[in-house]
T-cell receptor, first 112, second 117 residues
Framework: DAGITQSPRHKVTETGTPVTLRCHQTENHRYMYWYRQDPGHGLRLIHYSYGVKDTDKGEVSDGYSVSRSKTEDFLLTLESATSSQTSVYFCAIRAAINQPQHFGDGTRLSIL | AQKVTQAQTEISVVEKEDVTLDCVYE???????LFWYKQPPSGELVFLIRRNSFDEQNEISGRYSWNFQKSTSSFNFTITASQVVDSAVYFCALSEALGNYGQNFVFGPGTRLSVLP
């Protein structure tokens, strides 16, 4: 299995609080991704990274920011969480564009 | 723009039946890559197979087989003699090569397969 760890695995928090999700890889892969998965919407890309300090927006980036200061870590931050951000969040890594993405186990985030 | 369509939202079969999951894609690129993923009820996303656009050979892995046809822009997935453990949501995905800084990776909406005992 690809060495990807997401933390925390579960989190419950209140509206308006900041939340940071962490994705850690041991594969030294160049590309990293954050997705959210909601019923009826499949997997939607939030942000992605193509190198250290190189990040860009996906299709549902509003309300989210990311940082990648080291190859192995990709952080997703919800500056002020809203109930609409309740979701399952997946991190993925990828070695090259002709290679598949490999996913972490997901983080279930509930915002009350 | 690239796009992946999985027209079958949900499929139910009885154990030991064969089942085919359809995937149709759109791309303007001549070099691209196709993938299938499985998401069982436990929630993890598992990579199953990758195919390059220049390799149209079908592939078989145990009870799983994949039929890639560029002429119809399809990359269909067949499970032979289905088992209850095959119950999952299956996603088809496409990655283009041209101008790709990692962002060109599109998932289809998924097909939920239920295999009944």
């Amino acid at each position: 299995d690809a060495g990807i760890t997401q933390s925390p695995r579960h989190k419950v928090t209140e509206t308006g609080t900041p939340v940071t999700l962490r994705c850690h890889q041991t594969e030294n892969h160049r590309y990293m991704y954050w997705y959210r998965q909601d019923p009826g919407h499949g997997l939607r890309l939030i942000h992605y990274s193509y190198g250290v300090k190189d990040t860009d927006k996906g299709e549902v980036s509003d309300g989210y920011s990311v940082s990648r200061s080291k190859t192995e870590d990709f952080l997703l931050t919800l500056e002020s969480a809203t109930s609409s951000q309740t979701s399952v969040y997946f991190c993925a890594i990828r070695a090259a564009i002709n290679q598949p993405q490999h996913f972490g186990d997901g983080t279930r985030l509930s915002i009350l | 723009a690239q796009k992946v369509t999985q027209a079958q939202t949900e499929i139910s079969v009885v154990e030991k039946e064969d089942v085919t999951l359809d995937c149709v894609y759109e791309t303007r690129d001549t070099t691209y890559y196709l993938f299938w993923y499985k998401q069982p009820p436990s929630g993890e996303l598992v990579f199953l197979i990758r195919r390059n656009s220049f390799d149209e050979q079908n592939e078989i892995s145990g009870r799983y087989s994949w039929n890639f046809q560029k002429s119809t822009s399809s990359f269909n997935f067949t499970i032979t003699a289905s088992q209850v453990v095959d119950s999952a949501v299956y996603f088809c995905a496409l990655s283009e090569a041209l101008g790709n800084y990692g962002q060109n990776f599109v998932f289809g909406p998924g097909t939920r397969l239920s295999v009944l005992p």
